[in-house]
């Protein structure tokens, strides 16, 4: 069966993944210091960067690699709260999302799906983190499923027990308070192997595995 990944996460020291408070000029709120070392042009593969391939650039870059299908919540799709409204707003990404395949976004309330023409669509769903990796499976055509986040909804699959992998980037930076994915999640740690390469960057790279 396919893999339910999480890929390229950042985490600050003291626990992190993105601010309590979205907005259009805060995405993921105060926590913009996560992604100051994180080189997204080579999230499609190192040769896309004409520099040197360095340790942090490789590991970014198994972020596409093998999928079919992501889930993320609706904070990472927008800013907005409540009903959708008809203001046109199609994803932070413009024309041309860089996911290129179908994406599951994790919502209360009904909206049509979105299509783009470089292969990416946006659906729309309300529903549990068991009946929404259901659906990615379905449209991922036997691809594995990313967890693109934010926290929140990572959380929800970890605590659901559906995660398989983690890619996680500890940053060390500070934020004070924030969004974690292992808020109330004591022991989760005990059901995988973790495996930790710190880089010259100064970024520390965890990859979880689950357990047999």
Not at 117 to 140: I, Q
Not at 153 to 182: C, E, N, Y
Request: aromatic letters at 10%; proline letters at 5%.
């Amino acid at each position: 069966m396919s893999k339910v990944r999480v890929h390229n996460l950042n985490i600050s020291l003291d626990g992190f993944s993105a601010g309590g408070t979205v907005t259009l000029d805060e995405p993921i709120g105060h926590a913009r210091a996560l992604f100051s070392r994180f080189d997204g042009r080579v999230i499609d593969g190192v040769h896309a960067v004409d520099e040197p391939i360095t340790a942090d650039r490789a590991f970014y870059s198994m972020w596409g690699q093998g999928i079919g299908a992501e889930i993320m919540g609706r904070k990472k799709f927008g800013p907005q709260t409540g009903p959708w409204t008809d203001d046109e707003w199609i994803g932070w990404w413009g024309t041309e999302p860089p996911f290129t395949t179908p994406v599951v976004v994790l919502t209360h309330h009904a909206r049509e799906t979105l299509t783009f023409e470089n292969g990416t669509s946006f659906h729309f769903v309300d529903a549990s983190p068991a009946d929404a990796l259901a659906l990615a499976r379905e449209l991922a055509d036997g691809g594995d499923i990313r967890l693109g986040g934010g926290p929140s909804s990572v959380r929800q699959f970890l605590d659901a027990d559906l995660v398989d992998f983690m890619h996680l980037v500890t940053v060390p930076i500070v934020l004070g308070s924030g969004v974690s994915i292992f808020d109330g999640g004591r022991d989760v740690h005990e059901r995988f192997d973790i495996e930790s390469v710190t880089t010259g960057s100064g970024v520390t790279h965890q990859f979880w595995n689950r357990r047999p």
